[in-house]
Structure formats: C-alpha cells, structure tokens
C-alpha cells in the first residue's frame, strides 16, 4: 500500500506524460524563464489552485498564497513578492482572490482562540470592525461570513494601492490593475467584485504619494 508522499510521485510522472503529450516542447521552454502578466495573491486553502480554476498554465500566473488572502504591509514576504512580480516581471494584473468557506475569515468571525494565527486572523477582524454596521446587521451566519469574504477582498485590493510598490509603478507610467474575484467553492466560478483599481485618481488624496524623485 503506498503511503500518500508515495502517491505524489506517480501523480507527477503521469502529469509529465500529459504535458508531454499536449506539448513535445513545453518543458524546455519553461525553463528558459517565465514571464507572466498576472500576480495572483490567494488564500492557502488547498481547494483554490490559482491554476487550475482560471485554466491556466505553469508559467502563465506569479502566486502568493497566505492564510486569507491577506496583504499586510509588515508582510515582507508578500511585499518582496508584489515588488519582484511589478518591478522585475512587469506584470499588468494583479489579483486578489477570496472564496467562500474560508476557515480564516470563520475563524475571524469567532472568539475561539487558535493558536499563533491569532495573531494573523486580527487584520480580518479589523476588517469587521470597519464594516460593523453593515457586517452586525446580517443574521444569517452564512450570510454574514460570505459578506466578510468579499469585504476582506475589497480591503485587501485597497490595501495593496497603499503600497509605495503599486503607487510608483503607476507614477512611472506602467500599465498596471488591481482587481478584487472572490472563488465559489460550491459551483467553481469566480466573481468579480467590481473594485479594480488602475491609477492613484481613483484613491483617496490623504493615501496618495508623490512621484519619488531620483
């Protein structure tokens, strides 16, 4: 009986097999670099592959992947990866997508403690707390939890135009989105949100920074 670490293995041998099969070439020319037009910065839940919800291939999307999608600006992790992902890759889109039945956003919604990503979790909460009225006025608990799904998605679009990353790129002149999709688990279709953002005219002035001048 092979063990589940064993399992991966053939999965691997037969996913070569397919490509192989699709594309004699496609993995040499994979490796002579990649150059993709979207970041992608998703939840971790291994039910949301990036990939594999928007029929996508290896080399086709940059992903970051966290605990609720989150873009927390002492994040260093994700800072370095939107910076390589703009600056270095030049990507046109970037993404952040949400979906429906996030253990995190559950998580936030309650007062059981977790563990360390407690810690983590208090970004979402501090989500609420800026939407309180609305988010306290669902009685519905899935109601409520879905709808925080999409507010934490907006905010974290937000988030990521407050960053001098985002914002110098479009000081430079490049062409660059953000964009706010939420995943439905239950059908397999991503909504969109309807909050892309594309230049600091469409921020408040109090976040937006002048060009740095070199």
Same mark, same amino acid.
């Given at each position: 009986?092979?063990?589940?670490?064993?399992?991966?293995?053939?999965?691997?041998?037969?996913?070569?097999?397919?490509?192989?099969?699709?594309?004699?070439?496609?993995?040499?020319?994979?490796?002579?670099?990649?150059?993709?037009?979207?970041?992608?910065?998703?939840?971790?839940?291994?039910?949301?592959?990036?990939?594999?919800?928007?029929?996508?291939?290896?080399?086709?999307?940059?992903?970051?992947?966290?605990?609720?999608?989150?873009?927390?600006?002492?994040?260093?992790?994700?800072?370095? %990866?939107? +910076?390589? /992902?703009?600056? *270095? !890759?030049?990507?046109?889109? &970037?993404? #952040?997508?949400?979906?429906?039945?996030?253990?995190?956003?559950?998580?936030?919604?309650?007062?059981?403690?977790?563990?360390?990503?407690?810690?983590?979790?208090?970004?979402?909460?501090?989500?609420?707390?800026?939407?309180?009225?609305?988010?306290?006025?669902?009685?519905?608990?899935?109601?409520?939890?879905?709808?925080?799904?999409?507010?934490?998605?907006?905010?974290?679009?937000?988030?990521?135009?407050?960053?001098?990353?985002?914002?110098?790129?479009?000081?430079?002149?490049?062409?660059?989105?953000?964009?706010?999709? %939420?995943? +439905?688990? /239950?059908?397999? *279709? !991503?909504?969109?949100?309807? &909050?892309? #953002?594309?230049?600091?005219?469409?921020?408040?002035?109090?976040?937006?920074?002048?060009?740095?001048?070199?």
């Amino acid at each position: 009986m092979k063990s589940t670490y064993e399992k991966l293995f053939d999965g691997n041998r037969k996913w070569v097999e397919d490509m192989l099969e699709m594309d004699p070439g496609f993995f040499e020319k994979l490796s002579k670099g990649q150059k993709p037009p979207v970041l992608w910065i998703g939840c971790s839940d291994s039910r949301v592959p990036a990939n594999e919800i928007t029929g996508t291939l290896p080399g086709e999307i940059f992903v970051h992947r966290n605990i609720a999608n989150m873009v927390v600006h002492t994040d260093l992790s994700m800072l370095s %990866v939107v +910076d390589y /992902a703009v600056n *270095v !890759l030049g990507v046109t889109d &970037v993404i #952040v997508c949400g979906h429906y039945g996030c253990g995190g956003v559950m998580a936030a919604l309650g007062n059981k403690p977790n563990g360390l990503v407690d810690n983590w979790l208090r970004n979402i909460k501090d989500v609420y707390r800026l939407h309180q009225r609305e988010m306290d006025s669902i009685r519905d608990v899935d109601k409520r939890a879905a709808r925080l799904v999409e507010l934490n998605v907006i905010e974290q679009v937000f988030n990521l135009t407050k960053t001098t990353i985002i914002q110098n790129a479009w000081s430079s002149g490049k062409q660059l989105a953000v964009h706010g999709l %939420v995943y +439905d688990i /239950a059908n397999g *279709v !991503l909504n969109d949100l309807k &909050v892309s #953002v594309s230049d600091k005219s469409e921020l408040p002035k109090f976040y937006v920074m002048d060009p740095v001048v070199n």
